[in-house]
């Protein structure tokens, strides 16, 4: 069973910038797509980014040219790099693990971000 675990949320302004990590252990070697995804108070939680293993990128129109997805195979790690982060921004952000093999999705615990205007 994989466990992804998630850190670098907090308040941010916007305009600037914030790194979110998410590392993952457990059934690792059976991880194919990584990704974030977010959920703000009222609304459904949606795609923000998505990576493949080969390290094949995937965007939600809202985040492109703002948000960088990226992953380390090694440290079984994926990055998300939010530049120039807005209000509407403002949301827990979830990191997932999909596993094509048997379709498992695997969720971290979420963490907050607080885009301050």
């Known amino acids: 069973q994989v466990q992804l675990v998630e850190s670098g949320g907090g308040l941010v302004q916007a305009g600037g910038s914030l790194r979110l990590s998410c590392a993952a252990s457990?059934?690792?070697?059976?991880?194919?797509?990584m990704g974030w995804y977010r959920q703000a108070p009222g609304e459904q939680r949606e795609l923000v980014a998505a990576?493949?293993?080969?390290?094949?990128?995937n965007y939600a129109d809202s985040v492109k040219g703002r948000y960088t997805i990226s992953r380390d195979n090694a440290k079984n790690t994926v990055y998300l790099q939010m530049n120039s982060p807005k209000s509407e921004d403002t949301a827990v952000y979830y990191c997932?693990?999909?596993?094509?093999?048997?379709?498992?999705?695997?969720w971290g615990k979420g963490t907050l971000v607080t885009v301050s205007s």
């Open positions: 457990g059934g690792i070697f059976s991880i194919d797509a």
């Open positions: 990576i493949t293993r080969g390290g094949t990128p």
């Open positions: 997932n693990s999909h596993s094509a093999w048997n379709g498992m999705d695997y």
